[in-house]
């Protein structure tokens, strides 16, 4: 298969409408546009009877005292774990694109509450979820798509993989508000064929 998109380039930087955090004229980062990108995809192996998605940065730092200081950087070289940035399953074998926008069109404080948006399929949880956990302004179950916001004094520069999953189930059965762990199990043996996308993003003034 092969998976595109018109919002940018494979590993091109992903433009700030589609991030959850931007630079702003006297901070470091405020809110952005969030946005999810448009997506399309072809060479669909036969036998396909639904797809599932995911979007996840592979590059986030795992000492979280570093991030988000004005008196240091977060080396590059620190060891990283993985973010989850969007869950998306059983979209019908029949649909070959996702409109931009049409998952995720602004931050939603204490996360967006549509499992089963109108656009179609089941969303999963994204770890947003445990990032705001302790902010009483923020916390909750965050759903579906929410974009880039890389610390602001990373001096890595973040990657984010979309990844599309060819499968040959129509409907996998999935708990409510599943993660990364569900959908990977679920999806065993089922995968007939799968692409990739990758963009970029940061909020360093030092990569831009």
């Given at each position: 298969m092969q998976l595109t998109s018109n919002s940018f380039a494979d590993g091109a930087a992903i433009p700030a409408e589609f991030a959850f955090g931007q630079p702003g004229p006297d901070s470091p980062c405020?809110?952005?546009g969030?946005?999810?990108p448009h997506l399309a995809w072809s060479q669909v192996p036969e036998g396909a009877r639904s797809f599932?998605?995911?979007c996840l940065d592979p590059d986030v730092p795992t000492v979280p005292d570093t991030v988000n200081r004005a008196d240091c950087v977060v080396p590059a070289d620190q060891p990283r774990g993985q973010f989850v940035h969007w869950l998306l399953a059983n979209l019908p074998a029949s649909q070959r694109s996702i409109e931009a926008g049409a998952f995720s069109a602004g931050v939603t404080a204490r996360g967006k509450r549509d499992a089963a948006p109108a656009a179609g399929g089941l969303q999963g949880i994204n770890d947003y979820t445990g990032w705001?956990?302790?902010?009483a302004d923020m916390a909750g179950d965050y759903l579906g798509y929410d974009g880039p916001c890389p610390p602001w004094n990373d001096e890595r520069l973040h990657h984010y993989h979309f990844r599309l999953f060819a499968l040959d189930?129509?409907?996998l059965e999935?708990?409510?508000n599943y993660t990364l762990a569900d959908l990977n199990a679920a999806m065993e043996g089922h995968v007939l064929a799968e692409a990739e996308l990758v963009g970029t993003y940061t909020l360093n003034p030092a990569l831009r």
């Open positions: 405020i809110l952005a969030n946005r999810n599932a998605l995911t705001f956990a302790a902010d189930v129509e409907t999935l708990p409510v």
